[in-house]
């Protein structure tokens, strides 16, 4: 059976963006993984270097572990262990692939939906090739945001054809793509949402109330077969996807509580909001200008100067004001900028996960819908006399080459952990989390005389910072200082007494000062905390041998 000729293009088109979104991210082949959660993930998860097992994926499902539950996500990395073991190369390499199928995924989507491949192809370029995208795929770890997307595509062209078909099939096929969704990572919570803002557009499903609504009509280009319906209406038959993300919602927050990382005491409501609107107008401004990205920007924790989110939150309503008000002239510009606003909100810290004020990662889908507003846009511009194609090609190639030779250095900065660190530490001011981590990092080559000035100086802009105690205590411990590494490891524990590692470190140094009692009691409080500890069960062996 011989494909229609725009069939056949689209198809072209879609594989010639995911061949350049894969040979664009193919340098990710060279990294190395990182100590930032890609070993809790791969190389020292016990259910995942052992690959995939019935045992593996039985604890995928029933588990959860490093702070989330996502056992699609969990088997996607015991499969790439059988495929290519615990070498870090192809790891990288198959979310530069999966990277790559989301690209021509998003063209197919936005092609069929809209009737427009040009438009759609730029968007899917934009997405494919934008250096905020290099968290997602050069982190192994953050398989979650490759993988959860493509369910997320997936979905919408289910949905695509659910919409024009209306079938039970159809629509059970919608539900189980976006519960997968959900299981390889929860922010699709707003897939539900985004539907919706489908549906105004480009769909133009959405009818006036008192309206009858005609599911014969047929509206206008790229719109075919699309049965008009009341919001009402829209939301009702949508009442099984906001279920599922009700559910999803409800795990990972119980999930994130239970494992400590939700911070609402050290995060006042006030501080949260003034980050997420700073945060809001943040994501744009590297959107147009990616300069200076890091893997973890410290949050202003109430420093905030008042004038920031208040002027945040006036750009904000003046830029979902002019959309509004050329809502029928242009209706992408709403749909677009919606887009934006309603997928960053699981993530913009209004809930606090992590000590973090915002993370390039957080982008991955949202700023497709600013893709989709300066797409339509720049088009439109085009179109009138004053605009050449000639031009409009030209400024496209002048958009996305500079910014895949931006995203090729991006991931050069991934290669190792001293790399990624470093970066962090030179283009984010007091950036006390990468100092703390690039001294790991040196000290775990040994490299102690060089990690304990970057500790001194994480300490100095966050003195109860537990992570730059405890490593400044293990690193003195090591260097047979022992006086000197009690009381970090004091403070340390004084600030996560929950923290089994604290427990471990303060009972090595007291060990090593002779206060053998209360080293032994140290190491049996990191057990009660964390049973069968390998570290607190050598310490408490060690501190059975000496005097009481």
């Known amino acids: 059976m011989r494909l229609p000729r725009e069939r056949k293009r689209d198809l072209l088109v879609a594989l010639a963006l995911a061949v350049a979104a894969f040979a664009v991210f193919s340098p990710v082949g060279q990294n190395a ?39 699609l996500t969990w088997i996607s990395h015991m499969v790439d262990v059988e495929l290519f073991g615990l070498e870090a190369r192809g790891h990288h390499l198959m979310n530069a692939a999966l990277h790559g199928l989301n690209a021509g995924l998003l063209f197919l989507f936005l092609a069929a939906a809209t009737g427009a491949p040009g438009r759609s192809a730029f968007v899917a370029a934009l997405f494919a090739l934008h250096p905020l995208h290099v968290e997602s795929v050069a982190w192994a770890a953050e398989r979650k945001d490759t993988l959860s997307t493509l369910f997320w595509l997936l979905t919408m062209t289910a949905y695509l054809k659910w919409v024009r078909k209306r079938t039970m099939t159809a629509y059970a096929l919608v539900t189980v793509l976006y519960a997968c969704g959900l299981m390889a990572k929860q922010m699709l919570v707003t897939l539900p949402l985004v539907l919706l803002i489908l549906d105004y557009w480009p769909l133009g499903r959405w009818v006036k109330r008192g309206t009858t609504a005609d599911p014969r009509k047929r509206p206008g280009k790229g719109r075919q077969g699309a049965a008009r319906v009341t919001a009402a209406g829209l939301v009702t038959e949508k009442i099984p996807l906001f279920a599922l993300a009700a559910a999803a919602s409800v795990v990972v927050y119980l999930v994130q509580w239970r494992t400590g990382v939700l911070h609402a005491a050290p995060f006042p409501l006030p501080w949260r909001i003034a980050n997420a609107l700073v945060s809001y107008c943040a994501y744009l401004g590297k959107a147009f200008w990616p300069a200076d990205l890091a893997v973890f920007y410290p949050h202003p924790l109430g420093t905030l100067p008042a004038w920031k989110p208040l002027a945040a939150a006036v750009f904000l309503g003046a830029v979902t004001a002019a959309a509004w008000s050329l809502r029928h002239r242009a209706p992408y510009l709403l749909a677009g900028w919606l887009w934006y606003l309603v997928t960053l909100l699981p993530v913009i810290g209004l809930v606090q996960v992590g000590v973090q004020a915002l993370a390039d990662r957080y982008t991955y889908m949202p700023l497709t819908g600013v893709f989709i507003a300066l797409s339509w846009g ?9 605009v050449r194609k000639e031009a409009l090609a030209a400024a496209t190639a002048a958009v996305l080459i500079p910014l895949a030779v931006v995203t090729v250095k991006q991931i050069s900065y991934w290669r190792d952990n001293v790399t990624l660190y470093r970066r962090a530490a030179e283009v984010v001011p007091n950036n006390y989390w990468a100092y703390n981590n690039l001294g790991a990092a040196l000290a775990s080559r040994g490299r102690l005389e060089e990690a304990i000035p970057l500790f001194e100086r994480s300490l100095m802009i966050m003195p109860y910072y537990p992570g730059a105690n405890m490593n400044m205590a293990a690193a003195l411990y090591r260097l047979r200082r022992y006086g000197e590494a009690l009381p970090y490891a004091e403070r340390a524990l004084a600030i996560q007494p929950q923290n089994p590692r604290a427990h471990v470190i303060r009972g090595a140094v007291l060990l090593k000062v002779g206060r053998v009692k209360e080293a032994r009691e140290a190491f049996l409080a990191a057990l009660k905390i964390a049973p069968g500890d390998r570290d607190a069960l050598e310490g408490l062996e060690e501190a059975s041998r000496g005097p009481t």
Do not use: K, M, Q
């Open 33 to 71: 993984f990182i100590d930032f959660d890609d070993f809790e993930y791969i190389t020292e998860n016990p259910h995942v270097r052992t690959g995939l097992t019935a045992g593996n994926v039985l604890w995928a499902f029933t588990s959860y572990h490093s702070h989330n539950w996502h056992p």
């Open 378 to 386: 720049a088009r439109d511009l085009a179109g009138r006399p004053a």
